[in-house]
């Protein structure tokens, strides 16, 4: 029953329309605070119920300390919940093993079933096989469907068995900018017991991008899909009231930038302030100077630099994307009315408090690329030959960046931001050597000739391989994606032709994308280049590339190249783009041809030729950059709201394939013991209908040992299965062909495969088999080296429980439940870090993994751990609550000592889950008891 304490229910009427609000400005204080926080305030005040949510959480939330470093714990209730098919399959495979479980425990399996709206997009799935042809798109969907049929099974029964479940079929368009043109309706309206009620959309997405939405004023964020599952379920979220950057915009970006270089250097900037864990709200004067595509743009990038969801308040231009994007007028009037009445419609004169104020002046943003291996590793276009040299002579970022500055020319780019310069290597050296100031630079250079259409090639390190325009970040947006078509018309008017051992692939964010490059006109010119539209799906960003043009994996594998690829996502992580390709850069959708042109990253930019013209002329990127003038007049003259209501009137129907499955009926599915794609799990196989007491860890070895920045891709990839790795010999011994093994990704409904995936990203460095790369370990006593599931079998058929030591930030990067998952069916009981990215932790104690955190100024290093040792965990047993501290016994040659470690159980929702051996378990039980 809901509460009402604050008498903050009214009415607001729109039209001949009256409906059902809780006013926020009834509770003191709100006026001051963050758009965000506002947005969290209605949430508690509509869903009070005095058990779960109570007036002292919506009185704390009124009286939020900016600068408290912890404030209290509320219980946040999503509208609907978003999910992709890759998060999607593994979450329906749970709801469905809880429905067997119910009924094992005598309960009604219905009452498993989504509370609150639940959407799936399958986005995932579609791989890059076939390139550079027309038939590229139709190909890769065929065999999409061909690979993920038993899959699609699952969904499509999942669609018709559970209420409120809506499953966008493939080949539509990416999670997230579905979400962006058709899914969000940033006032949410539903019937409630007194009538229709209005309120902010709101949800929570199985995606870490899912912030994406931000941009459109619409606060939602990635969480695990078993947290995910929670909320389905009716779960409210516990979380504590988080700290809130403000960070003000001003000015306007400067002729020639996008908003990828925009994003980029946000990523960097919020990066080095630390916003992991904390809301960044949008503010100031500049805010009406950025594009609701581009604030998208910046709203999708948020876990790159750390923040829960970076977010704009309504405005204008939020209105126009709506009217632009075929919404209904009414629902435009609702939007304006709802955000004025409630005090979230944008006022660039007022400052909210905030727990930090940030400030960047747009017009200091500069081209930029990222990487080669995180997003927040910006180097300006300038610096990026230099920088990349540096890098393959095995420079640091930091090192890289800093050549170019040392000896940086300040009238070699605008002086208006102070990074902003560049730096010439001089041409009388050889090609991969030259010196500075008495110093030898020199990196490698094994160049490899291939065949590539009857003529010879040469590719050395540094070499683009991979060119992609791919991702929800960059293929959302009109401006960057018609600035790359129009840059593509330029080159080939120049006479300017992509490399040829360079996979070029275009994955839009959605049709629409398609509609109006066929309108204006543009598609034949980008096809020129290579870049045929490969489907429309998260491809290249998730490790969906396809294989590398044959000849050039051969070269780079007999050779030991150390290769590039350039994409316009938004994550670039060791072996997460191509297990060939290691080094890999983030780029807007123009630059991504830019270097598809040039075919390396040797190449400035800024200052060498690209090509030739028909007529021998050197021909420069300056030369077919189209202006911000030539962009917007492509835009406004091709993009309609007709588009969007035609594309998506029919969103939920499918192809042939997709409507043509058989489907069978009934409460609960029908498992297929043979399918390498669907298992029964097995986190409820002997559950009891009560938890079993918590034990302390004894006598645990340590499975790896890693360091700083581990991200979940390290700890569960989504690209490709080796034929060599443990999962791979498993799909053979089902008979399944390597050409088929698919991705680990797509097989994330098979517990089996996902398990023996689990550490075994090619890229993986555990220290306890240094030198070596990928899923290996020792197993102790004997120090024999084993695959990691190897070892966690033995260790499990012996009784031994297992830890994982890490460094900082361990297990950032995507919201990916199976790291977690796929942790704990490995045996290991507790991770032991210096930090934890905050979904990741949440996802360990959802799955009864025990999060500790190393005292501050305390590392594996400094205590001298090689992962030899012996472990135990003291301190949990025998207690009515979980401590704040442990006590963790370190076992070696005979000595012991003892360290202190933090337990990172945060709230009581999380201790609750923990002591119920994970968040579905309680769930179940809560369930199974009313």
């Not at 504590?240 to 950057?245: D, Y």
């Not at 007999?558 to 590039?564: C, K, N």
């Not at 994409?567 to 992580?573: A, K, M, V």
């Not at 060599?724 to 994330?748: H, K, M, T, W």
Request: proline share 7%; with cysteine; net charge negative.
């Amino acid at each position: 029953m809901t509460s009402n304490s604050f008498n903050a229910r009214t009415q607001l009427s729109v039209d001949d329309q009256t409906y059902e609000i809780y006013r926020i400005d009834r509770i003191k204080g709100s006026d001051r605070l963050p758009y965000s926080l506002k947005v969290l305030l209605e949430n508690l005040l509509r869903n009070e119920d005095g058990r779960l949510i109570t007036a002292e959480q919506i009185t704390a939330l009124g009286d939020w300390d900016p600068q408290a470093e912890v404030n209290a714990e509320i219980q946040y209730t999503p509208a609907r919940v978003l999910m992709q098919d890759f998060t999607g399959v593994p979450c329906v495979v749970d709801l469905v093993a809880m429905r067997d479980a119910m009924t094992e425990l005598g309960g009604d399996p219905r009452k498993i079933n989504p509370l609150i709206p639940a959407e799936l997009v399958i986005d995932h799935s579609v791989i890059a096989d076939v390139f550079a042809r027309p038939d590229a798109f139709g190909i890769n969907a065929q065999l999409e469907f061909e690979r993920n049929q038993e899959r699609y099974q699952l969904l499509r029964w999942a669609q018709q068995s559970f209420n409120d479940f809506l499953v966008v079929p493939p080949d539509t368009g990416i999670c997230h900018q579905v979400n962006l043109e058709y899914l969000s309706r940033v006032v949410f309206t539903r019937e409630g017991p007194d009538g229709p009620q209005a309120y902010p959309d709101t949800l929570v997405g199985t995606d870490s991008h899912t912030p994406m939405v931000n941009g459109l004023g619409v606060l939602g964020w990635g969480v695990g899909g078993i947290e995910a599952e929670a909320a389905m379920l009716g779960q409210p979220m516990s979380m504590l009231i988080p700290q809130v950057v403000g960070l003000k915009l001003t000015g306007e970006l400067p002729e020639g930038t996008t908003a990828t270089d925009l994003v980029l250097t946000v990523a960097e900037l919020l990066r080095r302030v630390r916003v992991v864990g904390k809301f960044v709200d949008f503010f100031g004067p500049g805010v009406a100077n950025v594009p609701l595509a581009t604030r998208a743009t910046l709203g999708n990038m948020s876990p790159e630099y750390g923040s829960t969801g970076s977010i704009f308040p309504i405005d204008d231009e939020t209105l126009s994307y709506l009217r632009l994007t075929g919404r209904d007028e009414h629902q435009l009037r609702l939007v304006g009315a709802y955000a004025r009445e409630q005090g979230l419609w944008h006022d660039p004169d007022h400052v909210p408090d905030y727990s930090q104020i940030l400030e960047l002046d747009l017009s200091t943003v500069m081209p930029s690329i990222a990487g080669p291996k995180r997003p927040q590793d910006r180097i300006p276009l300038a610096l990026a030959q230099r920088a990349i040299r540096g890098l393959l002579a095995g420079e640091s970022h930091e090192d890289a960046i800093q050549g170019g500055l040392d000896d940086a020319s300040a009238d070699s780019f605008p002086a208006s931001d102070p990074i902003a310069i560049s730096r010439r290597i001089p041409r009388d050296e050889p090609p991969h050597r030259y010196e500075d100031d008495g110093t030898t630079f020199e990196w490698p250079s094994d160049p490899a000739d291939v065949v590539l259409d009857g003529n010879t090639s040469s590719i050395d390190h540094g070499d683009v391989v991979i060119a992609a325009i791919t991702s929800c970040t960059n293929t959302s947006n009109p401006s960057v994606m018609i600035g790359a078509a129009l840059l593509a018309k330029n080159a080939v008017e120049r006479g300017l032709r992509s490399k040829p051992w360079v996979k070029t692939t275009l994955a839009p964010g959605s049709r629409v994308v398609t509609d109006y490059y066929n309108r204006s006109g543009l598609t034949p010119y980008l096809e020129k280049l290579g870049f045929d539209l490969v489907g429309y799906g998260c491809t290249t960003c998730i490790g969906n590339s396809g294989p590398l043009i044959p000849e050039v994996s051969a070269a780079v594998g007999d050779h030991d190249l150390t290769v590039a690829s350039v994409l316009s996502g938004n994550r670039n992580f060791e072996g997460r783009i191509h297990s060939e390709v290691k080094m890999n850069f983030l780029a807007s959708p123009p630059l991504v041809i830019a270097y598809a042109l040039a075919g390396t990253m040797h190449a400035d930019l800024l200052k060498d030729p690209l090509g030739q013209d028909s007529d021998g002329g050197p021909v420069y990127l300056r030369d077919i950059w189209p202006t911000t003038s030539e962009i917007k007049a492509i835009v406004d003259e091709n993009l309609e709201a007709k588009m969007f209501t035609e594309g998506y009137s029919n969103v939920y129907a499918g192809d042939h394939n997709w409507r043509g499955m058989h489907i069978p009926e009934g409460d609960r599915f029908s498992w297929d013991d043979t399918s390498t794609y669907v298992q029964r799990p097995p986190y409820f196989d002997g559950m009891a209908a009560e938890p079993a007491p918590v034990r302390d860890i004894t006598g645990a070895r340590v499975l790896a040992l890693l360091g700083d920045s581990v991200t979940t891709d390290h700890i569960s990839p989504a690209g490709a299965i080796r034929q060599d790795s443990p999962a791979g010999q498993y799909l053979i011994e089902q008979d399944v062909e390597p050409a088929n093994f698919n991705s680990y990704g797509s097989r994330r409904g098979n517990h089996h495969v996902m398990i023996r995936g689990t550490f075994a990203n090619v890229r993986l460095r555990n220290q306890l088999v240094p030198g070596v790369e990928g899923g290996f370990t020792r197993h102790w006593p004997d120090g024999e080296q084993q695959s990691i599931f190897d070892a966690a079998t033995s260790y499990s058929a012996d009784g031994v429980p297992l830890i994982i030591i890490a460094g900082t930030d361990y297990g950032s990067g995507s919201s990916r439940d199976w790291a977690a998952k796929g942790t704990s069916l490995l045996g290991v009981k507790a991770v032991l870090a210096s930090s934890f990215e905050r979904i990741h932790r949440s996802n360990l104690i959802g799955m009864g993994v025990l999060p500790l955190q190393f005292p501050a100024g305390d590392t594996a290093d400094s205590l001298g751990l090689t992962g030899e040792e012996v472990y135990s965990i003291t301190g949990l047993e025998g207690r009515d609550r979980l401590p704040k501290e442990v006590t963790v016994r370190i076992e070696a040659e005979g000595n012991s000592r003892e360290v202190t470690a933090t337990l990172r159980i945060d709230t009581p929702a999380e201790e609750a889950y923990f002591l119920h051996g994970g968040i579905l378990p309680y769930v179940l039980r809560h369930l199974l008891e009313t």
